[in-house]
């Protein structure tokens, strides 16, 4: 049993790690999230160069054809320095759904476009995910799609987009096809800009097989992958509490040697620590255990969300007032997982998919939401 | 990450469950909840049983040969291959006492080869059962401000003075104790650690009834009590170092996510019942939502001790993931046990001994019992400044000078 990392998987830590600390500071954040850009441009390319956007992505079609847990370690990377680029769409839930549903044609023309960082493709999946709402709802029709989703992911930049429709069915569709309407809007994560899609006969290309077998999986690899971001950032959070702690002075003493100040980073520390075994294995048990992924991931997400949300506030607690300014940039943190929280289904909810999927919800008990994202 | 058994482990691992069919005839009834309620003194199937599990290396495996152990070689993935199948067929492990989980591992270490000689062997066995005489009236977080003297006398040392929270003290035939040697010495300098029987003349003592109604402690009171200066472990002055290394076993033990997982699962039972309502509790949507909140934290901390079990095999030292462990896991039982009693509703607050109800008496025990565990063997607070200060690296409080 070997319950870590890999060697392998230990260098590609430090190579994202040594990229991202090289690469992403608080000025080229705050250009993404004040709107000067949509994404880091430069980092995308970079990260794209050590195979960020072909991780899943078998070698045949340009990718390293490693595992979502080598994803997820990206990821909590990613998280660490608040990485202004897509990757949960673009890099693992698009390819997984050409991989899972695609044929081979869209395997052969997409994933290696993907794999080397030359195309972005964002995700809509808001009915997969909540379930169909009346008259806003994605239907399709001779392969042309109707409708409206909303709060699509790794859009910003976007070259073509996975939508679900009601029927959790995927479609690929060009982010320049006629009748496509495309609102961005700002979400509290400057960098993690949201879209809403208004679909009028749009031309659309059905996955292969359709891809609804798949949802449930792809969804899965998502929220694995948004979980182990918050968990990046929030040890980032922590670390920066601490280090705060230890150098802020007062009453003639640092202030992380008051009980008051060092309980609060103990606690984050405490919650952390299991969180990064929970996430660890959920992304083991996508890759090796398929009966336990599901539940895994939502275990995972969860509990991650609900820890997130804890850290994030404490961490700016101990920095006092500068916490609270935009001068230390210590918010960017803390939006970064709040936003995540909220995508893929948030904690109430996941919980809610995860006593039904134990069948320990009673009869009847299995919500709209329960039946779509199956 | 690689979550299957090598081939040795295999093997292991079918040893082990062929071990337990064979044998699971000869286990106690019923150790459901844990060892730690186990009724004191042992009964004579509580004790065969642990002799067979130190024969066949299922208890103590580590323990060298010669004191009375299987003398397996160290490998932390075994022992993790006993505790789950063990678990997995509600087959009772080896026991822990303070004696075989505190005691032992401190002789181990510390001890003199006589010492050794003399208890490991019979502590293990249960042959011999050990109460810790560690805390006292006036020193509990602060342990080492402890003040029972052991003034010397010829090859003796006279001991005077009381201890608390001594658990089992009633039914224990020895004692492992902390004492002030060395009066003049610094707060830490000054302490040793003695071993002696709780049959010396001078031992009073008196039982203290918890809140669970049980007296599962007592005070014990030293009047002149003579030990022989033999009876030090470690070396005299030496006793703060060496009960630190007994507490950091203490923690290990008292973090079992075994322990957790059995708790959620016969909550999990308990979610399948008709509420009072005579609807599925399962339709209750606030109780399955605490539910899940905790079988998340539930998998946490099996998954993390797994991650530390893996760290340590691979050689890493302890360091932070090991210090949160006593904290998170004694918050968790408690969560659960205070779940399994709002699932229950009215019939939560009945209390043991109701033949009728058979496990749902035992909820509101050990809702106490977990409290008494957030504040025993160090309290929740203490678990905080040491995983700040040793985990993270921050200042201490600063110490008011020592005498």
Redesign the interface.
């Known amino acids: 049993m070997e319950f870590g990392l890999s060697e392998e998987q230990l260098l590609i830590q430090e190579s994202f790690r040594g990229t991202l600390e090289r690469l992403v500071n608080l000025d080229s954040i705050r250009a993404v999230s004040n709107g000067a850009q949509s994404m880091d441009k430069t980092l995308f390319a970079e990260l794209a160069d050590l195979g960020m956007a072909g991780l899943l992505i078998d070698e045949e079609e340009g990718g390293t054809g490693l595992t979502l847990f080598d994803a997820a370690i990206v990821a909590m990377e990613l998280g660490r320095s608040i990485a202004p680029v897509p990757f949960a769409a673009t890099a693992v839930m698009a390819p997984l759904a050409l991989k899972l549903a695609g044929s081979d044609a869209q395997r052969k023309e997409w994933l290696p476009k993907i794999a080397a960082g030359e195309i972005i493709v964002g995700m809509a999946l808001s009915d997969a995910i909540h379930g169909a709402k009346r008259g806003a709802s994605v239907t399709a029709h001779n392969n042309k799609l109707s409708g409206q989703t909303s709060f699509a992911l790794d859009t910003a930049e976007a070259d073509a987009l996975i939508i679900a429709d009601t029927e959790s069915n995927l479609y690929l569709v060009s982010t320049d096809a006629l009748g496509l309407e495309c609102t961005h809007m700002p979400s509290i994560d400057g960098t993690r800009p949201l879209t809403d899609i208004i679909l009028k006969d749009v031309a659309a290309e059905p996955l292969g097989n359709g891809g609804k077998v798949h949802i449930t999986e792809i969804i899965n690899a998502g929220r694995v992958i948004l979980a182990a971001e918050s968990f990046g950032a929030s040890e980032e959070m922590l670390s920066r509490a601490v280090d705060y702690a230890k150098e802020r002075r007062q009453f003639d003493r640092a202030i992380g040697s008051f009980q008051a100040v060092k309980h609060l980073c103990a606690e984050m520390a405490a919650e952390l620590q299991p969180c990064q075994a929970l996430i660890w294995y959920a992304a083991y048990a996508f890759d090796s255990l398929p009966e336990e992924a599901e539940l895994s991931g939502l275990l995972a997400k969860s509990h991650m969300d609900e820890i997130g949300r804890f850290v994030a506030r404490t961490a700016t607690e101990v920095h006092g007032g500068m916490g609270y300014t935009d001068l230390m940039g210590l918010h960017f943190w803390f939006k970064r997982i709040g936003f995540n929280r909220a995508q893929l289904g948030g904690p109430e909810k996941l919980r809610a998919l995860a006593a039904s999927l134990q069948g320990l919800t009673g009869s009847s008990a299995t919500s709209h939401q329960t039946a779509a994202a199956r | 990450?690689?979550?299957?058994?090598?081939a040795e482990?295999r093997q292991f691992r079918e040893e082990v469950r062929t071990f337990i069919s064979e044998h699971r005839h000869l286990a106690p009834e019923d150790t459901a909840h844990s060892y730690r309620l186990m009724p004191r003194p042992y009964s004579e199937e509580v004790q065969n049983w642990q002799q067979l599990l130190v024969e066949k290396g299922y208890a103590n495996r580590t323990v060298p040969s010669e004191y009375g152990g299987f003398g397996a070689e160290p490998d932390i993935?075994k022992s993790?291959v006993i505790a789950d199948e063990f678990f997995k067929a509600n087959v009772p492990q080896g026991l822990y006492s303070q004696g075989i989980s505190m005691l032992v591992p401190t002789l181990l270490e510390h001890g003199t080869e006589e010492q050794k000689k003399e208890w490991i062997s019979r502590t293990i066995r249960t042959e011999v059962f050990w109460c810790q005489g560690y805390s006292e009236p006036n020193s509990g977080s602060d342990l080492a401000s402890l003040q029972t003297s052991a003034t010397e006398d010829g090859d003796d040392f006279i001991i005077n003075g009381s201890k608390i929270w001594t658990s089992s003290a009633h039914v224990a035939q020895m004692i492992f104790c902390l004492v002030r040697t060395e009066p003049e010495a610094g707060k830490y300098d000054g302490i040793s650690y003695l071993i002696f029987p709780m049959d010396t003349p001078g031992i009073e003592i008196r039982p203290l009834q918890t809140m669970t109604g049980h007296p599962s402690f007592n005070e014990v009171f030293f009047t002149d009590v003579r030990v022989p200066k033999s009876a030090v472990v470690g070396g005299r002055g030496k006793g703060w170092k060496v009960a630190n290394s007994t507490l950091s076993h203490e923690r290990g033990m008292l973090s079992n996510a075994n322990l957790s997982h059995e708790r959620l699962q016969k909550i999990?039972k308990l979610?399948?019942r008709e509420g009072s309502d005579g609807?599925?509790i399962?339709?209750n949507?606030p109780l399955?939502?605490r539910?899940?909140?905790l079988?998340?934290?539930v998998?946490?901390?099996r998954?993390?001790e797994?991650?530390l079990?893996?760290?340590a095999?691979?050689g890493k030292p302890r360091g932070?993931?090991d210090m949160?462990c006593k904290?998170?896991g004694c918050e968790l039982n408690h969560q659960l046990d205070g779940l399994a009693i709002d699932i229950l509703e009215e019939a939560g607050v009945l209390y043991d001994g109701i033949p009728s109800i058979e496990l749902d008496g035992i909820w509101q025990q050990l809702h106490m019992y977990d409290l008494g565990l957030i504040i025993g063997g160090g309290t929740a607070?203490i678990?905080?400044?040491i995983?700040?200060?040793r985990?993270?690296?921050?200042?201490?409080?600063?110490r008011p000078a020592q005498g």
Do not use: C, W
């Not at chain 2, 990450?1 to 090598?6: A, K, Y």
């Not at chain 2, 985990?391 to 600063?398: A, S």
């Open positions: 990450m690689d979550l299957t058994d090598h482990h993935l993790k999990e979610l399948k609807r599925p399962g339709e949507a399955m939502d539910y899940i909140r079988q998340a934290r998998q946490g901390m998954f993390h797994m991650r079990i893996s760290d095999a691979a932070l993931g949160v904290l998170i607070q678990q905080k400044n995983i700040a200060e985990g993270l690296d921050m200042p201490r409080e600063p």
